[in-house]
């Protein structure tokens, strides 16, 4: 089955902006932005984190990642996950 990412970012965040570029970069497929300002449990767990790259299976990536890191990240995604969206 395959996974949706979900990059949770704030607003007005640089290093979220830097992540973005980085995905472009490495060619990332389609993903949701979820804005963790206004969602008190949310905050609680991504606060300090953002952004944090998660595949839907639990597995998360913290800032900061490279292109390289990235596509690793995502191949193994992709194995455990039998593919992304």
Same mark, same amino acid.
């Given at each position: ?11 007005? *965040?640089?290093? *979220?902006?830097?992540?973005?570029? &980085? ?18 449990? #949310? ?8 952004? &944090?790259? *998660? ?18 990240? #995502? ?11």
């Amino acid at each position: 089955m395959r996974m949706p990412l979900i990059l949770y970012q704030r607003d007005d *965040c640089h290093l *979220c902006d830097l992540a973005l570029e &980085v995905m472009a970069q490495a060619h990332v497929p389609d993903f949701d932005s979820v804005f963790i300002d206004d969602d008190a449990a #949310l905050e609680v767990r991504y606060g300090a984190r953002v952004p &944090v790259l *998660c595949d839907g299976t639990g597995a998360e990536l913290d800032w900061p990642f490279d292109a390289a890191a990235l596509q690793a990240w #995502l191949a193994r995604t992709a194995l455990r996950t039998g593919g992304i969206t």
